[in-house]
């Protein structure tokens, strides 16, 4: 709706209360005057109130519509108190129409839509049993049959009898019980069907609704003060409940796109390190099979070309160093080669690969791996990085004479932990490898936590889950 549009609702909905509290300080029929001149308005202007809040909020729902509606259906039934004849025999006739837009509302909440079928049909029949259910009555019923003995007279009168009239007030009784009924199963059906936060959502809709309904099927039915003011209440906090209601479903809905973005988020994270990781591998191949073949070729070569060169001590000696510092390069890309991705992970496994890691630490190391068999791919990666980065950490910063790595597999997690008896002192966020380690891990939907107090040592623990 355009700011124009609910600006115009608003002065209708001014006018029209105003109109109500004019026709209630002047009725010769109202006691409790200026209590009827507060509550009857005021009931009708939560309504619209809360509809247009709902309007602007949610435009693509009905609800807030169907509320300002029933706002105003609340107040076209505050004719019954006129002293005019055909305005009070208007207000007899259409004053369950607020009912109707009742029940409406309730049968499209949250959307405001009905679904085709059974529900399209109960609203239908609202809109013709709250509005007209109690006419033939009207047609018999004098002052008198109406409980009002200072009212207007009835134009819809024929002719006086008690007994048609209480017959046709028994008869809408009867349809308002049986529509009550009906509506009743169907709401039971529908909450029974829903799960979780919607059904949370519809229970107090549906206990305040059917409250309401009650309320008002009495009110109708019986036509007394007492019924009214019970009415008057019990939907004045119908508004508040669709409303509440409403404004749930919206954040109910906002979490669903959210737990899809996030899903949608890791399901990504882990595309990258997947993708990361089969790259990983592609290089450790191209150098496995490619340079570090060639090289390991020409120190053949090399050494094939010293052994002719006993003649010449000079060409000898270029020959020993070129061998050297082949084999030292060889060693780097070996090392390169492992640290892109170890062919020891891919061949055999994490606790040869974390053995191997092992034997290479400058300190002790002791090792256990508990039922790490069969692990998946970027599991077994991640858990073997950990390991490699921390003990890393364990050669050049922590000053350690021991170390300890652990891998457990327990509850469909496998948590990976190393620890040492060095300095301590470490900072999670002060290089880009525990960065980097973090963001893989949690790739997988896992944790990594490190706990470094100075003078005692580092402790750090990678939790992964096996299916995130």
């Not at 069969?374 to 910063?397: D, T």
Request: include cysteine; glycine fraction near 8%.
């Amino acid at each position: 709706m355009t700011a124009a549009g609910m600006r115009a609702v608003v002065l209708a909905a001014l006018a029209a209360g105003g109109a109500v509290v004019a026709l209630v300080l002047t009725s010769d029929h109202v006691e409790t005057k200026p209590v009827w001149a507060v509550f009857q308005p005021a009931v009708g202007w939560i309504f619209i109130g809360t509809g247009l809040y709902a309007w602007r909020r949610r435009p693509e729902s009905r609800t807030g519509a169907l509320m300002v509606a029933m706002g105003f259906a609340w107040l076209l039934a505050a004719l019954e108190v006129a002293n005019s004849p055909l305005v009070y025999t208007i207000g007899l006739a259409t004053g369950g129409l607020f009912g109707a837009v009742f029940l409406h509302l309730g049968m499209s909440f949250p959307t405001g839509w009905l679904e085709p079928g059974i529900d399209r049909k109960l609203v239908i029949a609202g809109y013709l049993i709250f509005p007209l259910a109690f006419v033939p009555a009207l047609l018999f019923a004098g002052p008198h049959e109406l409980r009002c003995d200072d009212c207007p007279a009835n134009l819809l009168l024929i002719e006086r009898d008690e007994t048609l009239a209480a017959i046709g007030r028994a008869f809408g009784a009867l349809l308002y019980a049986g529509l009550f009924v009906v509506v009743l199963v169907r709401a039971l059906q529908r909450w029974r069907r829903s799960e979780g936060f919607e059904r949370l959502q519809l229970t107090p809709v549906y206990v305040n609704a059917l409250a309401a309904f009650l309320a008002v099927t009495a009110a109708q039915a019986s036509g007394t003060a007492i019924a009214r003011g019970i009415a008057v209440v019990t939907a004045s906090l119908l508004p508040f409940t669709f409303l509440g209601s409403l404004l749930r479903t919206h954040v109910s809905h906002l979490d669903a796109e959210l737990r899809e973005s996030l899903e949608e988020l890791r399901a990504s994270r882990a595309r990258i390190v997947h993708a990361g990781d089969a790259e990983r591998r592609r290089l450790e191949r191209d150098l496995h099979d490619g340079a570090q073949s060639r090289l390991v070729a020409l120190a053949l070569l090399l050494r094939s070309a010293r052994t002719r060169a006993t003649a010449d001590p000079e060409l000898a000696t270029m020959l020993d160093r070129a061998q050297e510092e082949l084999q030292t390069s060889l060693g780097e890309l070996r090392e390169l080669a492992r640290g892109i991705h170890p062919a020891v992970l891919t061949d055999r496994g994490l606790e040869p690969a974390l053995s191997a890691l092992v034997a290479r630490a400058p300190v002790p190391v002791t090792l256990e791996v508990e039922d790490a068999d069969s692990l998946p791919g970027p599991v077994e990666s991640a858990a073997y990085f950990v390991v490699s980065e921390a003990l890393a950490n364990v050669a050049k910063y922590a000053g350690a004479t021991h170390a300890t790595v652990a891998v457990r597999r327990v509850n469909g997690r496998v948590t990976v932990e190393v620890a040492d008896d060095g300095v301590g002192g470490a900072n999670a966020t002060g290089g880009s490898g525990l960065r980097g380690l973090a963001d893989r891990v949690a790739a997988l939907d896992g944790t990594l936590s490190l706990d470094s107090p100075a003078g005692r040592g580092t402790r750090l623990q990678a939790d992964i889950p096996l299916a995130p």
